[in-house]
């Protein structure tokens, strides 16, 4: 098993390993385990096979990129020019990407190797990977449970060893909650740290491409790669890269006293585990004695949070069709799954003329609001902590016929979305039931570097 990308890298350039093991190896893993798990929908195993000995002459030349020696796979809503792309749909079942997203340009470009395309919730949308198309994911550490959603191919894969590490996408804490069910880092960035071109759009100011790793260094080695302006998506700030490996390293918390806010509601939430407040409880007693300043603030939007969300996401442009109405009809009808079609529904509705203001318009007032109380905690904060969600990972049909108990498993991860900030799922407990559990950490736009290290720090406690 590989623990680490750093961890490879060292033995390749020793020559104690060979590109090609390492693909083998994570094959290997595919064939036992993704028959049951769901994980990959196709793996690229030719291509990879090929791609190694390519990446194996490089590293023997010193020509190698950044990425040598890492093997990644893709949540399928990421373009992969000349692979197939489906969403997790059955209306995208035979489509081939025609480009890849810069995400993917940039990785190859680094010579990571890109070993399949992973399941998920179709078009992103849910919480436990029950919306696919493709069948449910089972969570490797427990295969009667969920994974989380929507990224849910991409943690299991992670956390069965069938890659090093997954790119996922979050919208509303489809990347962080997975992460806290299957026990890995599940990091999105500030909005417009990452481009979001050749990402399928489920709501283009909410979307981050992320990874979820098993550690931070290779979260920061990532990220460094993928971030950055883009020409294909304006919406990428021009805010420099660092280095964020050589950053978190440099950042030392035992020395500096850090002033760390936590969310009164979300701790006191009566959803929220017995086991996972008390450990979220003890992490604020350790922190405070290592001599860090914590402090309960109030965030009186905790309610409204999950509601806004859910009212600016379902936006959808609807097309005017004429003669195409009756195809139109029936391939909407038998191809888009009963989630995706939810949405559509509640999105035009709150679009309509008769309600844009009562809904999309005050929701993105009320967006406004939140944006800016959060910036004002962080005038004061340097981090704030939180939940990642409010349970382990839950038997699959749990959460039943009832869409909005499911929509309530993204009350803790949502701000972060709506605020356009970074946030980070730690793996930090287990529960007396067996299962991990995560708290997130949130910081200020662009503190990536500062997020992260604090990670380590609190993983480490
Ligand atoms: N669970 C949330 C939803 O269904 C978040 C999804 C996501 O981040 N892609 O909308």
Redesign the pocket.
Known sequence: MYNSLKEIQNKLYNKNLQMEEIVKFYLGKIYKHNKEINAFLEIFEEEALEKSKIIQKKILEKKAGKLAGLVVGIKDNICYKDHKLSASSKILENFTSLFSATVVERMLKEDAIIIGRLNC?EF????SNENSAFGNVKNPLDKTRVTG???GGSVAAVSANMCMIALG???????R?PASFCNLFGLKTTYGRVSRHGLIA??SS??QISPMTKNIEDAALVLEVISGKDNFDATVSSEIVPNYYKEIKNLDFSKKKLKIAYLKETIEHNGLDKEIKNKILNIIKDLKNLGHNLKDIEFPYLDYLVPT??VL?AYRSIKKTKNLKDNIIKSRSEAFGK?VKR?IMTGTFVLSAGYYDAYYSKAQKVRRLIYNKTIDIFKDYDFIILPTTATTAFKFGEKGENPIS??L??LF??HA?LAGIPAISVPVGKHSNGMPFGIQIYAPHFHESKMMAFANYLNNL
């Open positions: 919730d992103a949308m849910g919480s959603g929507s990224s996408s979050d919208t509303g804490g489809s990347v909650q489920y709501a909410f979307d969300y859910y996401t989630e949405r499911m929509y498993e993204d991860t949502v979305n």
